[in-house]
């Protein structure tokens, strides 16, 4: 961090009255936030309401804020062109959001819907590259097993997406 | 830019609250799409209705078609067949023709199976001298004569026949293949090789060593144009002075090897059926 830099903090209160005492520029990642202190708002001690996120997911959300602020100033502050090093920051940050994201279905979902309710692009592909990767590979029987999804196809429409797509029959029912 | 898809993303994801386990709503499904694989893809639109209209999107199979067949997208739109699900509302045109192109890589694996089997085919061969006298004809079926090397290779064994060779020139060959096995089809019969086999060949090695001629063919390109095949006759001889004929081989050769069975009556097939 540049010294000589005045240390500004906001408040972020969940829908269930949780505050979180972050770094501005690390709420800065969420482009609501952003958006909030453009118009001047927000710096109060009544902190950034955050509507229908709840603090246990509030509280992962600010976990991954931290951490990529962090990240992004120190990658800023060693500027000689180290590229060995930047690789190898890049990579570690990576394996860190890897085993952040390695969570239940529900909880994974939650995440999903705050990181983009508050416009926090890099945490929604983070999501979406996790959900993808859980249906990667997986029949649609098994798909539905592991997501509880009920099927609810009529004979009919399940004889058209056979149509559709052949090949996904010879290894699904 | 940012701000702008916060803005647009935000409007559109709603959370069911009648359901305890979460079911992926519409929009995370649809942020998830983009990221899947054409299998996964497949997969996942087969999960239930709401995922099936999220995953059948066409900008999706677009996509795909995009990065994996790039060439295919020339083709849209294609004919509708036959246009009995006018109904398919469902049915999007990116993805019947991804379907399209990755089936025909499948395609290519599985070449059908010979409609023409081994058990129809008999061979017919008669041998002539120079002076134009017959000297050896037989008839046997393909499959009693298979030589069992799992390639178009057959061998008829004639040591009992007691047929010399003879000082002559040359011998005329004509092997036939004739289908009369199959019900309700006609018989059907095509030469496979009329040609000449050297005698001379026969008694180039020495007395005390067996011998050996043979004659070869190059028959019509099948089908497409592609490698030539040969059907080749090859006589074995006994060692001695006498050169008594031991043992006929048949055979279709591409290159330097002997076709497979299949391949063999699968080319068989062009004449007899």
Redesign the interface.
């Known amino acids: 961090m540049a010294a000589g830099k005045p240390v500004v903090m906001v408040t972020l209160v969940s829908s269930d009255g949780q505050s979180f005492q972050l770094l501005e520029e690390a709420a800065l990642l969420s482009?609501?936030v952003?958006?909030t202190i453009q118009i001047g708002q927000g710096r109060g001690p009544a902190g950034i309401p955050i509507r229908?996120i709840t603090g246990q997911t509030l509280s992962m959300v600010v976990v991954y804020c931290n951490k990529h602020y962090t990240a992004a100033a120190a990658a800023d502050g060693d500027d000689a062109a180290d590229e060995e090093k930047k690789v190898a920051n890049k990579k570690q940050l990576r394996e860190w959001d890897e085993q952040f994201i390695n969570l239940e279905?529900?909880k994974l979902?939650?995440i999903?819907?705050a990181a983009?309710?508050?416009?926090i692009?890099g945490l929604?592909d983070l999501c979406?590259?996790r959900?993808?990767d859980m249906?990667?590979?997986?029949?649609?029987s098994e798909?539905?097993v592991k997501?509880?999804?009920?099927?609810?196809?009529t004979s009919e429409?399940r004889a058209?997406?056979e149509?559709?797509?052949?090949?996904?029959w010879s290894?699904?029912t | 830019m940012?701000?702008m898809?916060?803005?647009r993303?935000?409007r559109c994801?709603r959370?069911s609250e009648a359901t305890t386990?979460?079911?992926?709503?519409w929009?995370?499904l649809r942020?998830?799409g983009p990221?899947?694989?054409a299998?996964?893809l497949?997969?996942?639109?087969?999960?239930?209705?709401t995922?099936?209209d999220v995953y059948?999107d066409d900008y999706l199979w677009a996509q795909l078609c995009r990065s994996r067949y790039p060439s295919a997208l020339a083709l849209l739109p294609l004919p509708d067949n036959g246009g009995d699900?006018a109904s398919?509302r469902?049915?999007s045109p990116h993805?019947?023709l991804f379907?399209l192109f990755?089936?025909a890589s499948?395609r290519r694996r599985a070449l059908p199976p010979p409609r023409l089997a081994l058990d129809d085919v008999t061979f017919a061969v008669d041998i002539f001298a120079a002076s134009g006298s017959n000297t050896l004809s037989f008839a046997v079926a393909a499959r009693d004569a298979d030589a069992k090397t799992s390639r178009f290779q057959f061998e008829v064994d004639l040591s009992g026949r007691n047929v010399a060779v003879g000082q002559v020139n040359y011998w005329s060959v004509r092997w036939t293949a004739v289908q009369t096995g199959i019900i309700g089809v006609a018989p059907a019969a095509v030469v496979m090789l009329d040609a000449k086999a050297p005698a001379a060949r026969a008694f180039a090695r020495g007395i005390g060593e067996r011998g050996e001629t043979w004659a070869r063919e190059t028959l019509p390109a099948h089908g497409c144009g592609g490698a030539v095949v040969d059907a080749e006759v090859v006589f074995d001889m006994s060692a001695g002075e006498e050169r008594l004929l031991e043992k006929v081989r048949l055979g279709l050769i591409e290159h330097t090897r002997y076709v497979s069975i299949d391949d063999g009556l699968r080319y068989l097939q062009h004449f007899l059926l």
């Open positions: 482009a609501m952003r958006d229908n279905q529900d979902y939650d999903l819907v983009n309710n508050l416009g692009d929604v979406c590259w959900f993808a249906m990667k590979g997986k029949s649609a798909i539905r997501l509880g999804i009920r099927d609810d196809f429409q058209q997406i149509k559709d797509s052949p090949w996904v290894r699904t | 940012a701000s898809s916060y803005a993303k935000r994801i959370r386990t979460t079911p992926l709503e929009e995370a942020l998830v990221l899947l694989d299998e996964s497949a997969a996942a639109s087969c999960v239930s209705t995922w099936r059948s699900d398919d469902h049915s993805r019947r379907a990755r089936s499948a």
